[in-house]
């Protein structure tokens, strides 16, 4: 029973790892269609919840700049009086902060709308449109009528062609084709006045500027795909971030369901073993009169065998309750330690001598290999026993006839103290280890032996061990033996002082080590 029961608990676990691997290759695997199907409903490439982003940064660049561009077309229309009239450049200012102003109040008109209410793509044209006009505007003042013959003209036109260009640059890059039509105008009069004038004008300009439009065109191009990449970036780390909380949550409930199993649990227990507890009082305490026959002696020889059977039966389930009881306090930090200094070599020895006529039952030999003269030890005395009494009583359980057990306690070579027991049974398969030490858990040697057990006294003694900072260890090779080791830190040995003469009384002292 206990075996089937590891293997459907090891089932189950499998089928709550497999369901979760399943779950999250769903949500991977929608995520791709959902990712997939956004960049299929697109023309640019990108997913079309990056629109509405792209334009906000665009709108916020804008309205960033709304004090800059208006000090830059008074800068760029007062250089401007040089070559052209002064009422012309004015008019210019005014068209060019009209435009600005429009746009701004656009922009800030997008920045104000909530999100379901906007129509992307009308926008967008209003946004291109408008950029188109600045940039109509900016290639304009190239074309203002000149009334003076300076020097250097076509320098000056070149600066205001770099000018516009990088503005634009800076303004419109989360929208291309705004950052083309802004900046091809300009540069499209720049190259024109140089091709009809090319007998007279320096052609180094002209190439330079073709080289500047590609240049500026090619930094907007970079600042979009950095900006898509920062956008994807943060998309994906918001999935990572759901995800975590959604993990969070499941964790969240399963631990409260936990916490509520464990209560049932620890309740059922608790009422479970009063109600059993009483009637195997009753029933050992019957049995026992009945085997001494106390009231007189039985009429039946077959009674008293079924009065035996009654009796080791009870104590039995006695004993698996106990063992249910301990570990399910150790589980749940109840079990309180009575530590004391303790001689370890003399509790091993007590165990011994209670499981001597069953082990000489089965003709299997118990050996004692005991360091007398080693130092106590700060442990709790029961549960030492505790210890002692499972792992001898399992040796002694699974050793065949002629078998030979032997129980060590001994020092460490760090200066712990250790108590082991080999035997020299069938041995463990390596793979059944694991179960053999989980609760419940019975190898197939006890199942085709159908030995007495409830698969719980490696499991507490390994509790126990730890309750006492030590260490468990089982090695166990087939047709040769197993070795169980229970090992003590240095820190739970005492050390015995001196004799305190200064004082005179004569007494010795004990301290524990590290």
């Known amino acids: 029973m206990a075996a089937a029961s590891t293997t459907r608990r090891?089932?189950?676990?499998?089928?709550?790892?497999?369901?979760?691997?399943?779950?999250?290759?769903?949500?991977?695997?929608?995520?791709?269609?959902?990712?997939?199907?956004?960049?299929?409903?697109?023309?640019?490439?990108?997913?079309?919840?990056?629109?509405?982003?792209?334009?906000?940064?665009?709108?916020?660049?804008?309205?960033?700049?709304?004090?800059?561009?208006?000090?830059?077309?008074?800068?760029?229309?007062?250089?401007?009086?040089?070559?052209?009239?002064?009422?012309?450049?004015?008019?210019?200012?005014?068209?060019?902060?009209?435009?600005?102003?429009?746009?701004?109040?656009?922009?800030?008109?997008?920045?104000?709308?909530?999100?379901?209410?906007?129509?992307?793509?009308?926008?967008?044209?209003?946004?291109?449109?408008?950029?188109?006009?600045?940039?109509?505007?900016?290639a304009s003042i190239l074309l203002l009528p000149t009334d003076k013959d300076i020097n250097y003209l076509a320098e000056f036109h070149f600066a205001i062609m770099l000018i516009a260009i990088a503005v634009s640059t800076m303004l419109c890059f989360t929208l291309p084709y705004n950052t083309l039509v802004s900046a091809l105008p300009i540069s499209a009069v720049i190259i024109f006045t140089a091709v009809m004038n090319a007998e007279t004008m320096d052609m180094t300009l002209s190439l330079l500027a073709v080289g500047a439009m590609f240049f500026f065109l090619m930094l907007a191009n970079r600042l979009y795909r950095s900006t898509l990449a920062m956008l994807n970036f943060r998309m994906e780390k918001d999935y990572l971030i759901a995800e975590l909380e959604q993990a969070k949550a499941i964790s969240d409930e399963s631990r409260r369901q936990a916490e509520e199993a464990n209560t049932a649990k620890s309740r059922f227990l608790a009422t479970m073993s009063h109600e059993l507890r009483t009637p195997l009082n009753a029933i050992l305490g019957f049995s026992e009169i009945m085997q001494n026959e106390v009231l007189g002696p039985l009429p039946n020889d077959k009674y008293k065998e079924y009065v035996d059977d009654i009796n080791s039966s009870g104590s039995h389930l006695l004993n698996l309750i106990n063992e249910i009881l301990d570990l399910s306090r150790i589980e749940a930090g109840r079990y309180k330690l009575n530590e004391e200094a303790i001689t370890l070599s003399y509790v091993a020895e007590d165990c011994e001598n209670l499981l001597r006529l069953k082990a000489r039952s089965k003709d299997v030999t118990i050996r004692l290999d005991l360091d007398q003269n080693l130092p106590k030890l700060w442990a709790d005395e029961r549960a030492m026993r505790q210890v002692a009494l499972n792992l001898l009583s399992n040796a002694v359980k699974f050793t065949p006839q002629g078998g030979e057990i032997t129980m060590s306690v001994r020092k460490t070579a760090e200066g712990g103290q250790y108590i082991s027991v080999k035997d020299t049974g069938p041995g463990i398969p390596e793979e059944e280890i694991p179960t053999v030490l989980s609760a419940f858990g019975q190898g197939s040697l006890a199942i085709q032996s159908a030995e007495d057990g409830s698969g719980l006294g490696l499991s507490i003694v390994q509790a126990l061990v730890q309750m006492h900072d030590g260490e468990f260890d089982l090695?166990?090779?087939?047709?040769?033996?197993?070795?169980?080791?229970?090992?003590?830190?240095?820190?739970?040995?005492?050390?015995?002082?001196?004799?305190?003469?200064?004082?005179?009384?004569?007494?010795i002292q004990i301290q524990r080590a590290g």
Do not use: C
């Open 10 to 138: 090891t089932k189950d676990k499998n089928n709550l790892n497999m369901n979760s691997k399943r779950a999250a290759r769903r949500r991977a695997v929608l995520r791709t269609v959902h990712d997939v199907r956004e960049q299929l409903n697109t023309k640019n490439g990108y997913r079309p919840s990056f629109q509405h982003e792209l334009i906000m940064m665009y709108a916020k660049n804008r309205t960033s700049a709304s004090l800059a561009i208006p000090l830059l077309l008074l800068i760029v229309g007062a250089v401007s009086t040089l070559w052209a009239p002064a009422f012309q450049t004015i008019g210019w200012i005014a068209v060019a902060t009209t435009a600005h102003v429009i746009m701004l109040m656009m922009a800030r008109k997008f920045e104000r709308l909530p999100q379901e209410n906007i129509k992307l793509p009308a926008w967008k044209r209003r946004f291109f449109i408008g950029d188109l006009i600045s940039g109509l505007i900016w």
């Open 475 to 507: 090695k166990s090779t087939l047709r040769v033996g197993t070795t169980v080791t229970a090992t003590f830190p240095p820190s739970r040995v005492m050390d015995v002082m001196p004799i305190d003469n200064a004082r005179g009384r004569g007494r």
